[in-house]
């Protein structure tokens, strides 16, 4: 039997935005190798499989078992990817808005789709508990010397951390917006240093206003040179903003994403006071 393989875009209602994934509904009988080839063949920096549910996790017909491939390899969670999917299924199933349930390499993610007064459809995702980690000054220097970022164009509002909500990623702050949009990296040199921390992307942030942020992700890991919207890294920011006092414990956070590549995007971040897990929704559209 052939594989269905859908293509949604993630924080974009425009199929032309936000950042496109992978969708395989019914991945019963699919190998890791072949994951991973169709993934490839793809080559959106994520593709989302799914089968049966552990016992016992939620309802029937709304709670998946999801795994995450990029062109490279299985990564532990994939936030734009799971936005698709569940607006996928929302769609293609007929489950319709309501709640869903995703278990994932990183762990339980519920998410909760919703349609707009126009009939668009978003999906928030809850990410798993989120934490982060310093980062030693010799594997900063790396990380700047693969960006070509000299230490001055640094914003010293943002210290360096390795943030996690899923996956790792290495937060910068970069001091002007002029600094964010020339990203020319050593693809190579910045992906051996990521492999060698575990990073799934490194996250670099420019702060436009208080709760408003221009971010970008390179994914050389993941065998693309930038990821145009991503989920995993939002939360992981979320996590990290609010751990270092850079927003209130209770906000909404919108972070514009895409536009340098062309592929605009614009993912909404929840902090919730009393609750250490971060939020992270938009809208999806199908590619036809």
């Not at 190579?188 to 992307?201: F, G, P, S, Y």
């Amino acid at each position: 039997m052939a594989t269905e393989i859908l293509r949604y875009t993630a924080f974009s209602a425009d199929p032309a935005g936000g950042n496109p994934a992978g969708v395989v509904l019914d991945a019963r009988g699919l190998g890791e190798a072949r994951m991973l080839e169709i993934a490839a063949e793809l080559g959106y920096s994520e593709t989302a499989f799914l089968t049966a549910p552990p016992e016992g996790l939620g309802e029937e017909g709304r709670a998946f078992t999801v795994r995450y491939f990029s062109p490279k390899a299985e990564v532990p969670f994939c936030g734009h990817a799971t936005v698709a999917t569940a607006i996928a299924l929302a769609e293609r199933q007929r489950t319709g808005p309501g709640e869903l349930v995703f278990a994932t390499r990183a762990g339980t993610v519920p998410v909760s789709v919703t349609a707009d007064e126009d009939g668009g459809l978003r999906a928030t995702l809850t990410s798993v508990e989120p934490h982060l980690e310093e980062i030693g000054a010799a594997d900063l220097a790396e990380a700047l010397a693969a960006l070509d970022w000299p230490a001055a164009d640094l914003d010293p509002a943002f210290p360096p951390k390795v943030a996690y909500a899923g996956a790792r990623h290495l937060v910068l702050g970069a001091a002007t917006r002029e600094r964010l949009a020339d990203l020319s990296y050593d693809f190579a040199r910045l992906e051996a240093l990521m492999r060698r921390l575990d990073l799934t992307t490194v996250q670099l942030v420019h702060r436009a206003a208080p709760d408003v942020f221009h971010v970008r992700d390179p994914f050389p890991v993941g065998g693309v040179v930038e990821d145009p919207a991503t989920g995993a890294a939002a939360a992981a920011f979320g996590a990290y903003a609010r751990e270092l006092g850079l927003v209130p414990d209770e906000a909404v956070l919108t972070l514009h994403q895409g536009a340098d590549m062309g592929r605009p995007g614009v993912l909404s971040v929840e902090l919730r006071a009393g609750d250490s897990r971060v939020r992270v929704g938009g809208a999806g559209a199908r590619i036809l």
